[in-house]
């Protein structure tokens, strides 16, 4: 607890839950790191594609392309976000006005997402530290995991002091990518590495689309505002949009100066240093400029993943209102954060780093096309919503609404067309995986309610008075400790009809606990149960039952169990648990429409 407390910081009361919302400031720093930082490989993306037929030339119409699409998704979000100011983001457009099925997909879909941020974002900023410090590659996996493990501590010490931490490095890299691209323009181009006839004279329209497709990588991270309205200080929908905005206005600023200088400094890919290393070294060299750069680079890559422990556990707490997984994600955590989804957040994005190598080209595509279903079923959902209500404006709402879903839809049709046997065929698997759980855990909530409602009828028999006739009561026994002691005097004043039952299993152990018995004079009868089989469960269960068929007017025998708790945690697996593997067996291997006993379990704090 004291190392906890040292490393997360002191509890907040709820009462503080208004302090720790952010102002514009913050959340740019906090909601916008993952999309802006995606400047540093959305380029190199795009010449990825387009370097196989040498047709570079297109990277600055398709970067065009790709900030009318930005903010095209922007316009739409602006109207979510004033719509939707309670989060959720598309599941809770398409949920509302698509309906449950692809409400959940987008849920499951930006789940993936998120965690897709986090590896994809940790294994560029890793790239980026190599690209600077060749040396460093073989550590690439090591670096990803200490950058997952400071996010994860620093967000679960709180929105607010995380947002604080954030701040520092997202302004330094957007003002030294500034710099870089002012500085760019006027620096002179000595020498074109590419000649007139390795440029491509005509290129196949499928090839820019998918350079398009690859491109649009930059675009990740805009629906983080629209799920987490509720992070911002009021008025919130207000402060939210306008940090969507500004957002959007530095992506275009910063993608579109990088691609042109790309373009300006025929900029080719390189397996072992990235596009936007190379601008660099083309207009700084190998001085201090240089080297700040690829360092501002790799914490804005790093921090990039906060964006996703902002949104995840946020679209986790909708999710888990609705019921459709545990409602433990909707806990406020210690510090009011929703700790259970910064923890879970972590844990997966930690098994794709290992499953993918830490591999930023490998992760994008399933990135890329996570995003893009959720971003065309959130303006499909729109559309719907706009035509229902016809407020002002609503019909150029909807077109606008509508372009961008078919823009996107497009641009998630070449993505599956293009990487379909690589990668995105996981997706057939993750995606109705989280669906069928989703519909499994609503489903179970909805029957446990109804089994609990009280307009189910049947209370009487629970209002009924009980019969005043001492309860029969059991308890099983192993061997004689101070637990069990402690088990039998707790039994004996809830009624004098006890027996202490043992299960034999060895017949020397058996012997010995007679003999103790005998020793200590108990006045309570000692039952000496056969196991043929050596199972404890099944000879004391049928001894229960027995019990309840002698005087059932007298209702269930009553189990008390004597446990004891060890001083160390660690130390329970030097214990059988037998007291909880009959509890285990109590509660869940119970006969047909029997209902469950009443199990009372006395434990024994131990010391050491």
Sequence with gaps: MKIGKFVLGDPLKTDNIAAQKLNKGRALAIFASDVLSSVA??????????????????????????????????????QTIKEYPNGGGAFAVAHKNLGEVCGLIAAASLLIAYALTVAVSLSAGARAITSACPSLSNWNMAI???????????????????????????????????????????????????????????????????????????????????????????????????????????LSTLFGGITFLAKKFSILPSNTETVLSQIAHQVFGDGIAYYGLQFMTACILFLAANTSFAGFPRLASVLAQEKYIPTSFANLGDRLAFSNGIIALAVVAFFLLYMFGSSTQGLLPIYALCVFISFTLSQAGMVCHLIREKKEYWVLKAIISAAGAIATAVTMLIIVEWQFFKTI?????????????????????????????????????????????????VVPVSRIHRGTLAALRFAKSLSNDVAAVVVKTDQLEVNRLKL??????????????????????????????????????????????????????????????????????????RRKSEQTRIIVEIPYQMKM
């Design 516 to 589: 103790t018995w005998r020793a200590m004079s108990f006045d309570i009868p000692l039952v000496i149960l056969d196991s043929p089989y050596r199972s404890v469960v099944n000879p004391f269960l049928d001894f229960l039952y027995e019990q309840d068929e002698r005087e059932p007017d007298r209702g269930k025998a009553i189990v008390v169990m004597p446990s004891f708790v060890p001083g160390r945690f660690w130390q329970n697996i030097l214990h059988n648990q037998t007291a909880r593997i009959f509890k285990t067996a109590l509660l869940y291997r």
């Design 41 to 78: 490989y959305a380029t190199e993306s795009i010449l990825i594609t387009l370097t196989v037929v040498y047709a570079t030339e297109w990277s600055l119409p398709i970067a065009g392309a790709i900030i009318m699409l930005l903010f095209a998704l922007i316009s739409s979000y602006w």
């Design 144 to 250: 990803c995991w200490i950058g997952l493990s400071a996010i994860t501590i620093t967000n679960l010490r709180g929105t607010r002091e995380s947002a604080t931490l954030l701040s520092i490095p997202t302004y330094c890299f957007i003002g030294i990518l500034l710099a870089l691209i002012v500085s760019g323009f006027f620096v002179p181009v000595s020498e074109n590495p590419i000649s007139d006839n390795m440029i491509a004279q005509t290129v196949a329209p499928l090839l820019l689309m998918r350079a398009f497709a690859s491109g649009c990588s930059a675009l990740t991270g805009i629906e983080a505002i629209a799920s987490g309205v509720t992070a911002f200080q009021n008025p919130q929908y207000r402060n939210a949009r306008i940090t969507l905005l500004l957002m959007g206005i530095i």
């Design 425 to 473: 065929w996981i997706l057939l698997i993750l995606i109705p995986s989280l669906f069928y759980a989703f519909r499994t855990i609503n489903h179970r909530y909805k029957a446990t309610n109804t089994e609990l409602d009280l307009k189910k009828g049947g209370l009487s028999d629970l209002l009924r008075p009980i019969k005043d006739l001492p309860p029969k009561v």
